[in-house]
């Protein structure tokens, strides 16, 4: 049985880190991706990493988030530095199990049930 368990949310002040974990289990997967979505928002694509590790942002996190993954674990990560008020979200793990990687949340085949991070000024 396929389950996705996140960690690592909580509440930050502008400017600091946080480190999000999301740990697979039930079988193997090809992409994992990490979403958000805040208060009266619709959801968004923050990050993904293939297989082989290629990575890809959404413009607004470029160069401050940063996405890894353990294979060996099934767990991928979200390192998220310098992080502002507008990151405040629920931000979710999300994974794929056929080949080809997207920021298309409707190709994800299983997601993890949110972390909160929220980011005080």
């Known amino acids: 049985q396929v389950q996705l368990v996140e960690s690592g949310g909580g509440l930050v002040q502008a400017g600091g880190s946080l480190r999000l974990s999301c740990a697979a289990s039930?079988?193997?997967?090809?992409?994992y991706a990490w979403f958000r979505q805040a208060p009266g928002k619709e959801r968004e694509f923050a990050a993904v990493?293939?297989?082989?590790?290629?990575?890809s942002y959404a413009a607004s996190v470029k160069g401050r988030f940063t996405i890894s993954r353990d294979n060996a674990k099934n767990t991928v990560y979200l390192q998220m530095n310098n992080l502002k008020p507008e990151d405040t979200a629920v931000y979710y793990c999300?994974?794929?199990?056929?080949?080809?990687?997207?920021?298309?949340?409707?190709?994800?085949?299983?997601w993890g049930q949110g972390t909160q991070v929220t980011v005080s000024s």
């Open positions: 990493i293939s297989g082989g590790g290629s990575t």
């Open positions: 039930g079988r193997t997967f090809s992409s």
């Open positions: 999300a994974v794929k199990i056929g080949s080809g990687w997207t920021s298309n949340d409707r190709l994800y085949d299983y």
